[in-house]
């Protein structure tokens, strides 16, 4: 009891640390939140092993024709600007809505959402971990009715602020479940906007392997079964940094193998989109998270495992 008693003060204790950090930097202008992060990324790229380690690996698999020094630098800068996005969540859900909407400086490709909504169809945004995603999802929920799958964090305690900070502008949060599934389904058939993450790996059965970058990732195969139901259109949404002046949004149309039956084939497909967004600043990507997880498990007790282990 006074364990699970100290448990619970101490995530308390961080979530009231962590939602007082959010409050006081949603107050600062972009240029002062882009150089803080931009020293203190460069404190973690020194420091943190583990992320240094993983985005070191990541980046040598996907640009093996860059050299140490190239990838160093990249990497660098990369965790500046996944420290930013960090630092910049207290800016995207606490922050008054005139002030995000000023910071959004240029928007490209919102044609193919109006586009699609004028004929009937839904939109499915395939968002990645890229530039600020809580910026994207402002925007979207600022324009369109706009539902996103939500699982809660692991700290209890700050659901209600993230919650209320992704649902302001009106954008409908479900569950990450068959319910869930259900009402993404019905968003689109009133020829709405739903947001899927295309490069967070699913649970074990609910995905298939496919290339990403030349190596095999395990990709969710939602999309393919809300395509075939619903006949969306599907595009790539970010909101890429323009460190110290604010975001541009782009929409950018999916690779045309989304629209395929076939799991794979549509998968494929999920990851060349995702690959071209990445394209518009390699350093935007969120580097450090373990896209190959799954196939280091599938390996796990094969003779010649260790010569493909990444983490």
Do not use: C
């Amino acid at each position: 009891m006074e364990q699970q008693a100290f448990s619970r003060r101490r995530s308390f204790n961080r979530a009231g640390a962590i939602s007082w950090l959010w409050k006081t930097l949603s107050g600062w202008p972009l240029p002062r939140l882009w150089r803080f992060a931009s020293l203190v990324g460069a404190l973690v790229y020194r420091f943190s092993k583990r992320e240094r380690k993983v985005t070191d690996l990541n980046l040598a698999v996907v640009y093996p024709g860059l050299d140490a020094s190239e990838r160093r630098a990249l990497a660098m800068q990369s965790m500046r600007h996944s420290t930013a996005t960090m630092m910049e969540l207290g800016y995207a859900w606490m922050a008054k809505p005139e002030r995000i909407e000023a910071g959004i400086v240029e928007v490209y490709g919102r044609e193919k959402l109006d586009g699609a909504r004028a004929e009937g169809r839904g939109v499915i945004v395939l968002a990645p971990h890229f530039g600020n995603w809580e910026v994207l999802n402002f925007w979207l929920s600022s324009h369109f009715p706009f539902t996103a799958m939500y699982e809660p964090p692991k700290i209890a305690e700050l659901e209600p602020i993230i919650r209320h900070g992704r649902e302001r502008m009106g954008a409908q949060l479900v569950p990450t479940n068959p319910r869930g599934v259900a009402a993404l389904l019905k968003a689109l058939k009133r020829s709405e906007a739903i947001g899927i993450l295309p490069d967070q790996e699913p649970d074990w059965g609910s995905g298939v392997f496919a290339p990403f970058y030349g190596r095999n990732a395990y990709t969710a195969t939602l999309l393919p079964k809300l395509v075939a139901r619903t006949q969306a259109r599907v595009v790539t949404g970010v909101a890429l940094r323009l460190p110290g002046r604010g975001f541009a949004i782009h929409f950018l149309d999916a690779d045309e193998r989304v629209y395929s039956e076939d799991e794979v084939t549509s998968a494929s497909g999920v990851n060349a989109s995702v690959e071209a967004s990445i394209a518009l600043d390699p350093a935007q990507y969120q580097w450090e998270y373990k896209r190959y997880r799954k196939v280091v498990e599938e390996q796990q007790g094969h003779p010649e495992a260790n010569r493909f282990r990444l983490y």
